[in-house]
């Protein structure tokens, strides 16, 4: 992926990187290292020579990492989108988007892993934006550290079933903090950090006696469960939490999902959207 500038002005290497293409110092220095920077088609250059009008200056962002500390899987991915800088991938529930102690070759990232040495591409593992293992839908990676700094989501809109009858929307706007003595549970803390969650129920339904409610959930900020915590805090939990209502014979998970994703491309600048069909298990509990 190379990024290109003609000049047009009295200017410097560095500057033109970190003016025109906003390359972070810290990039910057990686690009000089594996000489992807070009002055004229010329690699050996020092960034702070003067560069004149109708130069051209060139940058790859493509050059080999090291991401060996990631073991290779082959696992099904279903890929909503992908470029030459970005990977978009559709989650399933019971999978975490990392490795971790107890899930060290069943991830989402162990798999994708396997799809870049697939095809001879050595870059990390990159997540823009996280789920919990039992959340699904959509996780964006990026394919090189120039699209990780630079790509900006716009809207985050996730479905869930509640528990009981939720009526109408509203916006919930409660500070969210670790709670004491938990390094995994969160919970709402005048002492948290701002959160603030947007919804809207699609529709009410029973099963039984039990009744229950669709809703549609926008992200006004990022903490972590804050859906979770934002509904059982106004006493209708999401099905099936454990950590945050409890256990259902209807789902084996807590009913979320990250259904639509709208961010602007670090590259071309264009706004995209990408959505994710909601899952069998809960598309079940709706239409029984």
């Not at 000049?7 to 690009?31: A, M, P, Y």
């Not at 264009?270 to 909601?278: G, N």
């Amino acid at each position: 992926m190379k990024l290109k500038y003609i000049v047009d002005k009295e200017i410097n290497i560095r500057q033109v990187l970190r003016e025109k293409f906003g390359v972070s110092e810290r990039l910057l220095t990686k690009l000089k290292k594996n000489k992807k920077i070009y002055l004229n088609g010329n690699n050996d250059i020092f960034l702070d020579i003067p560069v004149k009008s109708s130069d051209i200056v060139e940058v790859d962002f493509d050059f080999d990492e090291d991401n060996s500390n990631i073991v290779p899987v082959k696992i099904d991915l279903n890929v909503i989108y992908e470029d030459d800088s970005l990977i978009v991938l559709d989650k399933p529930f019971n999978m975490p988007v990392h490795p971790s102690l107890n899930h060290y070759e069943d991830s989402l990232s162990n798999g994708l892993k396997y799809y870049y040495d697939s095809i001879n591409l050595h870059r990390k593992i990159r997540p823009i934006n996280r789920l919990d293992k039992d959340t699904s839908g959509i996780v964006i990676f990026a394919k090189n550290e120039y699209a990780q700094d630079r790509i900006r989501i716009t809207n985050k809109i996730y479905l869930t079933i509640l528990e009981g009858k939720l009526e109408g929307s509203g916006i919930i706007d409660k500070p969210i903090a670790r709670k004491a003595d938990s390094i995994i549970e969160r919970c709402i803390s005048d002492n948290g950090e701002k959160a603030i969650t947007e919804y809207s129920v699609i529709k009410n339904f029973k099963i039984g006696n039990e009744e229950f409610s669709l809703v549609k959930c926008i992200l006004h900020t990022g903490r972590t469960h804050q859906i979770r915590v934002h509904m059982a805090s106004i006493n209708h939990p999401i099905l099936g939490d454990t950590l945050y209502g409890k256990s259902s014979s209807l789902i084996g998970r807590q009913a979320l999902h990250a259904y639509k994703l709208t961010f602007v491309h670090p590259i071309i600048k264009k706004e995209i959207e990408v959505t994710s069909s909601i899952p069998s298990d809960m598309n079940n509990i709706i239409n029984e």
